[in-house]
């Protein structure tokens, strides 16, 4: 369980302090992968080589469907769980789906409240949902950044069909076409801020580190480093300067 008081410990020296960096792109994008690239988060931690904490509902979703016994293969979960958890149009009578978002945002308001940096994972379908998100963050001290990670729906398709078990065809394609048509809005959104990571091609090891660490150096890695344009985080962190001078 996560405790308030070891995440506000962490405070002013964490390396991405009052950073959230919000990643988008739908079913068969390859945001995992994306992310392991950009970030260097393992498969089982929630933290990044930056210090960049991430917050993904599919985490807690896995770790509830553990939970209850019905394990995190998704080829062996009865069917009509399946079809309750991965259409958004289908009521979850389990109340898995809702459990795990309420408990994102249970892990996404302590980080907040220890000001630490964040990796927001979503697929972007829902402008009105993220864009709010982000004004809120930036309430509270933080600058922003966005990654959208984007194919084709042919490829999207072709991953789909590849995986253990598939979402209906028709349900891919619609997410697909709702995460597209937000494109530009994000753009307009995050300015200067945004990078689209074109993820269509199959990419080989060295092919992959090259890519992915140009990316890094043009974008993220600098958006982390640089320092804090928000107002109100610089105010917070001149007033924990002044109180630890004070208690020195």
Do not use: C
Request: proline fraction near 4%; hydrophobic fraction near 35%.
């Amino acid at each position: 369980m996560i405790k308030l008081m070891d995440i506000l410990l962490e405070g002013v020296n964490d390396p991405g302090i009052f950073k959230a960096v919000f990643l988008a792109g739908g079913p068969g994008s390859g945001k995992t992968f994306v992310v392991k690239q950009l970030f260097g988060i393992p498969d089982k931690l929630n933290i990044s080589h930056s210090g960049m904490k991430m917050v993904n509902s599919d985490k807690e979703l896995k770790f509830l469907l553990k939970k209850f016994g019905f394990g995190t293969d998704l080829d062996k979960m009865p069917d009509e769980l399946f079809k309750q958890l991965t259409d958004p149009k289908d009521k979850d009578y389990s109340g898995l789906r809702d459990f795990s978002k309420s408990l994102t945002t249970q892990r996404m308001n302590l980080y907040k409240q220890g000001k630490l940096g964040m990796i927001i994972d979503g697929t972007g379908h829902d402008f009105g949902k993220l864009a709010k998100m982000k004004r809120e963050l930036e309430a509270d001290g933080y600058d922003s950044y966005m990654i959208f990670v984007n194919t084709s729906l042919e490829v999207a398709q072709k991953r789909n069909q590849e995986r253990d078990r598939i979402l209906p065809p028709k349900l891919l394609q619609k997410s697909w076409e709702d995460v597209q048509k937000n494109l530009g809005r994000f753009q307009n959104l995050f300015k200067q801020n945004f990078l689209i990571v074109d993820n269509s091609k199959t990419l080989g090891a060295k092919q992959a580190q090259n890519k992915f660490n140009m990316l890094v150096k043009k974008g993220v890695d600098k958006f982390i480093k640089k320092p804090i344009k928000n107002p109100i985080a610089k105010q917070w962190i001149e007033k924990q300067k002044i109180l630890k001078k004070q208690g020195a």
